[in-house]
């Protein structure tokens, strides 16, 4: 049988989907990016969600880049590389720390930037440590742009770390959390203490190594419960990941629709009710939303609602979800819980899900888990071309994933990314695992429950009906 050239069969791949992408800009009106611009395209805009076909072109093309990539490049500069390869993460710790996107901002002339000496000044910092070695390794990475000699611009990237917005907050919250524990990781895993190395305790977690400390992170009692500064900062930094997927949630599930004829949604474990408000604004028709989460959270989490003018319709309830549910017997509800399980172990997972288990015994409620789901990186030789694929999903409106073309992996695009970097850092801070489908059956069969569904959304997450055992 002949071989097949996998370089150009993802050339080919690549073409495809990147003609798609560009007809598809076209028929939005909408011009193509450009690396030399300061300003941030309109498909940046924190409320634009790609339409299926584009979404898809957009994630086979990225997989293709990532795969061309790799046999492209000499796998020994790559290993050097790699070994030094850790200032990306800091510099951007850095940059949001000093604001530096306003500050480029709001030069004379945002497309020619400013110069190192003029940032550092303002920034109080060494023009040397933040020019030539920090600012040019963003850039290098592809934050930022050096226009001439010395001289610094914002980038369509550099846009989302400007202050107070959601990747100012993971970059300024969650990486400051997960860097120096995902650090810590070779040395839990290989502690000389079997009883630690193979522990599974979240207080025996990388993060503990770090930081000295014998404090689980999450849940009552722990690191973020008793430390409301560090809870808060966690919650907005959980609020700034989670709007990049959430509104994949919001529109690709009929919430609305299933939501008719009952009582509301609740949000168990819904920290800061970022979710309920998000929903509560695009969906007008829902009158009632519950957050639910530990009673430390609740003057914060009132005092959110209440900002964004919600409070007669998105209500907070003080609620241990390993404790049995206060709404029980009182409705019908749809339960959500987002982010949560993979902080806890299948078993702990169960009890959580056991206690909402009760309230669905009405036969109306509902019980959806909103998490990204793991699975094998795979690749296969086989798989249909992404041209078939592709003009298969022009006649859809409705979001449906396609199958990988030849040599993409089988998982592709964000939730590939994300989804395993994430798996990486609650491994670190509390000894969990993102979870794969088949964890989830386990943790469902043990509350005496199943996977009735699995939905694909436009981003990482997956939503799963999980209900009663017939
Ligand atoms: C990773 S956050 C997810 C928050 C939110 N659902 C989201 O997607 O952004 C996990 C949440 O579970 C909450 N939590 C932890 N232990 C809990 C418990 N025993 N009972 C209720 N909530 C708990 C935390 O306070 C936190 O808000």
Redesign the pocket.
Known sequence: MAQISELSSLLETLTVSIDTFKAELARQNLPEPSLCSSQPHAIDSPSYLSPPLMYEAQRIAVTCLDQLRLLLENPSEVVVRTSMSSAEVPGLRLAVELDLHHVLDKAHDPEQGVHIRVIAQETETDALKLGKHVMRNLVIHGWFRETQHGTFANNRRSHTLKKDSAGYHAIRNIARLSYGAVGSLPDALAHPDETFRMSRAPSKAAWNLHMNSDIHV???G?W??THPEE?KR??QG??G??SVSEKSVIQDIPWQDMLTGLDGLV??????G??CCKLAMACPEIKTFVV???PS?ENIVRTSIASQGLSDRVVFQG????EPNRLLGTGSYIFT????LH?WSVEDSAKILGNIRECLKDGKSKLFV?NSLLSAVTVSRDGPPAKESLEALKRQDTYTPISPPPFIPKEFGDNRLTAHALDACVMAICNSFMYTHEDMERAAELAGMKIKAVHATRGRMHVLEIGIES
């Open positions: 999450f849940g009552a722990g973020l419960d809870g966690f919650a959980g609020a990941v989670g949000d168990v474990g819904g920290g800061h970022t979710f639910q989460d530990l959270l609620q241990n979800f390993f819980l987002q982010n949560v902080m909103i």
